[in-house]
């Protein structure tokens, strides 16, 4: 072996062989092993030279396409975080495709030395690609709507695909599911992890496997499993496929935490190599991870190596494989320093200044089990955030909890109380009622009680506190009162979301009011439980999911791009916004805690002289209403644009509008 040029990290092929290069100052000689397709070792090369912790080396007439893997000889001393075990071979963390399928053996862990080789997926060499990907349609922030996904779920059981397409990304790009995406009117499709993740050894041992993804073991390759042979191809045609439909594709990346587990999880790629560089431990005591996670370890973004891990990642996802955003798990990790985390760190500033990122949408949770995890709001200019207290206040609001109308006026309005004193503008809240974490919408409005048993830990998983309503009975039932309260709850949650300032995110399904039974935890259950049922539509619903998408397409006063108070000059036109009693009257601050039956009107003066308004109406009262709209001498024709209610059971006449209990309408008038 060669030497090598220590500046390209992981394995970079050329006419004449490929370098090798991978980070660990710990290591005392670091070996290349190279495997045959059948998974057979053929050869062993010990990395020449080392170049400030950069172990390197050139194998000449090594093409694309070869199998490899580390052994990495160094200290072993657990007790002190240090577990270098060269009987463990190890991934590449820079590896851009995998080979094989992780197998849960003893051999897997680093406190014996069998050789985990047959249980390890090896790292495959890539060439550059010749055939760069068009840009994505960069939909601005205030046109977009997301719409949360699984590969896999999404398409296992779609009537239009075959067997083979089922779950993967070849499925994603069928034409009937790109018909589906295109009709709804959704403009960005949010998928959950698709970098290499292992199933958890828990669930392995009860015949059950990971859905979510969010376990990584590879910040590079795509999973496996969602391909049905070459991962990477065609995970760039599924990306090829949504840019030609007019949709961006946004991955929700896991950057806090690997598959590795805590102490005694197995040794695959990062702990193996230099465990206290890419993990956080104890000051004090380096045996013990950091978990801030509450998944066993943190990914320690205080090492530069392990920054530029990252930051790389994402540059290889946004310039090779043609991402247009990244939704960050747990995304405080990223911006924790020592004593708490910090909107001012460094490294979420780097993510932002990345060149290739610029351009791109960047979403945070804000929110981790770690001391001081919840940020909500707290992320700097260029980040969105999920808002979780706009799911919980439109749950209570229309379950009927006293008391909540107010905060869901807030919500309406853009989440300013939250947002606007980081100077950034109401879509920076990523509004949802429903995400993969909990209920479905139907499930929202069908049962009391989480139903988690089947993921194998006595009904403890999962979220206790999920804000929903059985409406009598729970589960599924033929009572057709209770069908059409459930089915009228749906829609004013979706009709909430979509008419309100922000940017929404739909969860797939619940346009077709899917269902989990009950499980509000469906990480575990990548089987029928979680799989969207395409074979029992509501075709009526569906539609009118579909109006509200196009409406607030369509209608630019739902969608402002900054908030609005009282009134605003945006240069070809004056807005003004105004919160109404039921008598049409200015709200008064004592009413928002009695009365559930209010109205938002967004009012706009054209340069032109011309005007139009929006009204949105709504009832969370459990009887009927009668709801004034404003005098005005400009806006005598209103006219109904959607309802949540049946048609005949919402009457206008002049200025009056009888809504029936629970219920939400959205008027137009022009002038």
């Known amino acids: 072996m060669q030497a090598g040029n220590p500046e390209i990290l992981g394995a970079t092929p050329d006419e004449s062989g490929t370098n090798f290069a991978i980070y660990s100052a710990v290591a005392e000689r670091v070996e290349l092993c190279l495997f045959d397709e059948h998974g057979q070792q053929t050869q062993t090369a010990r990395l020449p030279d080392c170049d400030n912790g950069i172990w390197h080396g050139f194998l000449p007439d090594c093409r694309a396409g070869q199998r490899y893997g580390y052994r990495v000889h160094g200290p072993f001393d657990p007790e002190d975080g240090l577990r270098c075990n060269p009987a463990k071979l190890l991934i590449d963390p820079y590896a851009r495709q995998l080979s094989g399928e992780f197998a849960w053996h003893p051999a897997v862990f680093d406190d014996n030395n069998n050789d985990s080789a047959p249980f390890i997926p090896k790292s495959v060499v890539r060439s550059a690609f010749n055939d760069p990907l068009p840009a994505g349609p960069d939909i601005p922030w205030g046109e977009t709507i997301f719409y949360e996904c699984n590969v896999r779920g999404y398409t296992m059981r779609h009537p239009a695909l075959d067997e083979a397409a089922r779950g993967t990304f070849e499925g994603m790009r069928h034409k009937e599911v790109l018909a589906h995406l295109k009709s709804l009117g959704v403009t960005s499709i949010e998928l959950m992890p698709v970098q290499a ?162 351009h791109l949408k960047l979403i945070a949770e804000p929110w981790d089990p770690g001391p001081g995890g919840y940020q909500l709001g707290h992320f700097p200019p260029r980040w969105a955030e999920w808002n979780d207290r706009y799911r919980d206040t439109v749950r209570s609001f229309w379950r009927g909890d006293p008391g909540t109308s107010g905060n869901l006026a807030r919500r309406l309005h853009g989440s300013a109380d939250l947002f606007e004193a980081s100077a950034r503008p109401p879509y920076a809240s990523v509004n949802f009622v429903t995400a ?236």
């Open 197 to 358: 993740f292992i199933d958890e050894q828990h669930l392995a041992e009860q015949g059950l496997r990971n859905y979510w993804g969010y376990n990584t073991v590879s910040f590079f390759a795509p999973m496996s499993r969602y391909a049905r042979g070459d991962a990477v191809g065609e995970f760039r045609d599924m990306v090829r496929a949504l840019h030609d439909a007019g949709l961006e594709v946004i991955l929700d990346v896991a950057y806090n935490h690997t598959g590795e587990g805590d102490h005694r999880g197995p040794t695959i790629s990062f702990r193996g190599i230099d465990n206290r560089c890419y993990y956080r431990t104890e000051p004090h005591h380096h045996g013990t991870y950091v978990n801030d996670t509450g998944c066993g370890n943190t990914i320690n973004i205080d090492h530069m190596r392990v920054r530029q891990l990252i930051l790389d990642s994402l540059d290889y996802w946004a310039t090779d494989m043609g991402v247009d955003g990244f939704r960050f798990d747990l995304a405080t990790i990223l911006g924790r320093r020592t004593d708490g985390f910090s909107p001012t760190h460094p490294f979420l500033a780097s993510i932002s200044n990345l060149s290739s990122l610029r």
């Open 436 to 671: 993969h974490d909990g209920f479905t919408l139907m499930d929202v409005v069908s049962y009391d009680h989480k139903h988690n048993e089947a993921n194998g830990e006595d009904n403890r998983d999962g979220h206790s506190h999920n804000l929903s309503y059985n409406y009598g009975i729970e589960g599924t039932t033929d009572d057709e009162d209770i069908i059409e309260i459930r089915r009228r709850q749906r829609l004013n949650m979706l009709a909430t979301l979509l008419f309100s300032q922000g940017s929404p995110m739909l969860l797939a399904g619940d346009e077709l009011g899917n269902s989990q039974h009950g499980n509000n935890n469906g990480y575990a259950q990548d089987n029928d439980t979680s799989w969207l049922d395409w074979s029992h539509p509501d075709p009526e619903f569906t539609e009118l999911v579909r109006q509200l998408v196009w409406l607030r397409r369509e209608t630019p006063m739902l969608r402002l791009q900054s908030y609005l108070h009282g009134t605003i000059d945006t240069g070809a036109s004056e807005v003004s916004i105004r919160w109404c009693n039921q008598d049409g009257d200015p709200k008064q601050d004592e009413e928002w805690t009695a009365s559930r039956a209010f109205s938002v009107i967004i009012d706009e003066k054209m340069n032109d002289g011309s005007h139009r308004a929006a009204a949105i109406l709504i009832n969370g009262a459990d009887h009927d209403n009668r709801l004034g709209l404003p005098a005005s001498d400009v806006f005598r024709q209103w006219r109904f644009a959607w309802l949540s209610c049946r048609e005949i059971e919402a009457k206008l006449s002049s200025a009056t509008v009888s809504l029936p209990g629970c219920s939400i309408a959205l008027l137009f008038s022009e002038a």
